[in-house]
């Protein structure tokens, strides 16, 4: 049997992806291994050049977003509803209780960790851009049928970060919601947005992105820096001075100003998008209009499935373009520079013979 495998590691000392053999890794207490049929870059994985002392050794196998096949079970991991060749998806957060009030709100937020968790894989701990990886079981859930396995790879970061963060706006059908940031996850909540049968406004300094918007439904789009007054545009079209929530995915602070210029009275701002800086809100604004402010993530593993589910129910899957392992060095550099136009997915094995 093989025991080595390719991966695409980050070295610390030369700020480079290189893809090299290593070691198979094999499942441990509570675990799985999963042979991976896809993978997808996720700009969060460039953490790793803004961030290089976080990480816990290297080089480091990147990536956290992951679809594969169920290939190891471990014995205390053995009937928890799984079994040998099931197709699976997951969130890669290891090393969690998943039972302590901390893991209720995030894994990340674990208060009774083992083997010195929590890990995120791709930062701290051995992530899937390789032929294998090990996950906790209860990080795993069973891939829906009707749901492309090459393609669902990005669900399990920026597809459920969409979705949580428009389904946690807590909105009812027939509201608006505004949807600042058309990259790859603005463009999954849009199309969030309007099978929850919500009015989306999309907004963007990028013409293509919003192009690509009024395509996956949004009733309307603006460039706030062609259009500097959108928000007067925004009040006329929605009829109540703005829209009811504003989810922002873009990681600059002017993102979060169009944004709260959005929004109606008592209208949510939805925190995604992480500016280097810290966030800066007008205060007055906030305060005289009532706006609320909320965040959201990729969630739980107990919410992954609702996400998931909801996705192949409403036929939304991510516009991917595939790549194979050895062009990870190429693609990294493409995402570093904001060249990327949609999820750059590697398929391993054949599966690319089969696109």
Request: proline fraction near 5%.
């Amino acid at each position: 049997m093989e025991q080595t495998m390719r991966a695409a590691q980050y070295h610390k000392e030369s700020g480079k992806v290189l893809v090299r053999r290593i070691r198979i890794p094999e499942p441990e207490d509570g675990q799985f291994q999963v042979k991976i049929v896809a993978a997808s870059l996720c700009h969060s994985d460039l953490m790793m050049d803004q961030r290089p002392d976080s990480l816990k050794h290297q080089p480091l196998t990147i990536g956290h977003e992951g679809v594969g096949i169920v290939s190891k079970i471990h014995p205390s991991a053995e009937n928890k509803g799984f079994k040998l060749g099931d197709k699976v998806g997951m969130l890669t957060i290891i090393d969690s209780c998943f039972a302590c009030e901390g893991c209720v709100v995030h894994a990340t937020f674990c208060t009774a960790s083992k083997n010195g968790g929590p890990k995120i894989q791709g930062l701290q701990a051995d992530g899937v851009f390789a032929d294998y990886a090990v996950t906790d079981w209860q990080n795993c859930i069973h891939l829906p049928e009707n749901l492309p396995i090459e393609r669902a790879s990005p669900l399990f970061c920026a597809g459920i970060t969409a979705f949580h963060a428009v389904n946690k706006c807590e909105l009812q059908p027939g509201q608006w919601l505004a949807v600042v940031g058309c990259g790859g996850l603005g463009q999954l909540a849009i199309q969030y947005g309007k099978a929850m049968g919500l009015k989306v406004i999309g907004l963007d300094i990028n013409d293509h992105m919003l192009e690509t918007a009024i395509k996956n439904g949004a009733n309307a789009t603006y460039n706030p820096r062609k259009d500097p007054k959108f928000f007067k545009a925004i009040r006329k079209l929605t009829g109540i001075r703005g829209c009811h929530a504003a989810a922002v995915f873009s990681d600059s602070n002017a993102a979060y100003a169009t944004g709260i210029r959005s929004l109606t009275f008592n209208g949510l701002l939805m925190v995604v998008g992480m500016p280097d800086k810290p966030l800066e809100l007008p205060a007055f604004a906030v305060s005289t209009n009532l706006y609320r402010v909320k965040g959201a993530s990729n969630g739980t593993a107990a919410e992954l499935k609702v996400a998931v589910d909801f996705t192949a129910r409403h036929g939304i899957i991510p516009d991917c373009e595939f790549r194979e392992l050895d062009e990870m060095p190429q693609m990294w550099e493409e995402m570093a520079q904001g060249k990327a136009k949609r999820k750059l997915v590697v398929l391993f094995g054949n599966e690319k013979s089969k696109i």
